[in-house]
């Protein structure tokens, strides 16, 4: 499986604060972006995701911002929360999003009072 | 969002014995996937089971250690066979659909 390479592996945000989580992927075949939390004990949830015709997607606090050219790809948790903290993972996958995803490596993120 | 019953929740199982975990789907999907999560690492494919074919198999997976069934399009199960400490995990299923990508809620499987 072709990887994604996730960053940083852990993440510690004040309240209110930016959270950012960076990925990079190899396979350029791929054509849809998702990323997942994961609060512990519970399956990954689909958050949020992109297709590379887009350099940015929002949705609520969080946005995708994509850049194509140079194969990476970022998660921004706007004004985080306490109950954002889990881990995140960002992944890759081709046809549209209905071949397997490739997982990036994970970043577990603690948003602080 | 697709609903997916995913059982057992958990279980304890003795090094040796195996553990048939089942997927249940409220929708009729093509493909299903496995996915084992060992503990604190991130997801990894088992196998692709596609209604009505074998099931594909990752590298590093065989179908003697994970054989899976995919009876009709909407059920799956997935077995870990002769089962050792090392296959303690988080297993889950997911299915892809036009709204996106979603997982089970896992099998925590603990072997001892």
């Known amino acids: 499986q072709q990887q994604v390479k996730q960053s940083p592996q852990s993440l510690i945000v004040q309240k209110g604060g930016i959270s950012i989580i960076n990925c990079a992927y190899e396979?350029?075949?791929?054509?849809?972006f998702p990323w997942y939390q994961q609060f512990p004990g519970k399956g990954p949830a689909l958050l949020i995701a992109i297709r590379p015709d887009v350099s940015e997607k929002k949705e609520g606090r969080f946005t995708i911002s994509f850049n194509k050219s140079a194969k990476q790809f970022s998660l921004h948790i706007m004004d985080s929360q306490p109950g954002d903290s889990a881990t995140y993972f960002c992944g890759g996958t081709s046809a549209g999003g209905y071949q397997k995803v490739t997982f990036g490596t994970g970043t577990k993120l603690q948003v602080i009072p | 969002s697709a609903v997916i019953s995913q059982k057992p929740s958990r279980d304890i199982c003795q090094r040796g014995t195996s553990l048939t975990i089942q997927c249940q789907v409220d929708s009729q999907v093509t493909m299903m996937f496995w996915y084992r999560q060992q503990p604190g690492q991130s997801l990894t494919l088992i196998a692709t089971a596609n209604q009505g074919s074998e099931a594909t198999y990752e590298s590093g997976f065989v179908i003697d250690k994970f054989p899976i069934s995919r009876p009709n399009l909407t059920f799956s199960t997935l077995t870990v066979s002769n089962l050792s400490p090392e296959d303690s995990s988080i297993y889950l299923c997911?299915?892809?659909?036009?709204?996106?990508?979603?997982f089970g809620s896992g099998t925590r499987l603990t072997v001892v």
């Open positions: 396979n350029t075949a791929f054509d849809y």
């Open positions: 997911s299915v892809a659909r036009q709204d996106g990508y979603t």
